[in-house]
């Protein structure tokens, strides 16, 4: 079934996919890389791990329309930790504005 209708590729181009990693390939290449990226600014393993996930979660939701993957999943766990630091009320030293 086609979604599309006339003139959607003229604002919306296709992606390419044949450059592009599958998620999966994506997950397995990047997840530790990330979980440290957000470790290594404050949060514990046990944060970063769940920041991360959430933001794989969210990137998966997403995926179609993401052009960075690294980037976008690298920021969305970072944040995803920065706003439960907030919610909780901070954390370990964490100075929040």
């Known amino acids: ?3 599309n209708t006339p003139g959607d590729h003229a604002k919306f ?3 390419t996919w044949a450059s592009q990693p ?3 390939e994506f997950y397995a290449s990047e997840v530790k890389r ?20 959430s933001a794989f979660v969210g990137s998966f939701q997403r ?4 052009d960075d ?3 976008y999943v690298r920021r969305a766990a970072l944040l995803n ?3 439960e630091v907030k919610r909780c009320g901070g ?5 929040v504005l």
């Open 22 to 24: 599958s998620f999966t």
């Open 81 to 83: 930790w920065v706003f």
């Open 63 to 66: 995926w179609d329309g993401i």
């Open 34 to 53: 990330i979980v440290l990226f957000v470790y290594k600014n404050g949060a514990t393993w046990d944060d970063a791990w769940d920041a991360t996930q």
């Open 91 to 95: 954390v370990r030293g964490l100075v």
């Open 69 to 71: 993957p690294a980037k």
């Open 13 to 15: 181009p296709p992606r």
């Open 1 to 3: 079934m086609d979604l």
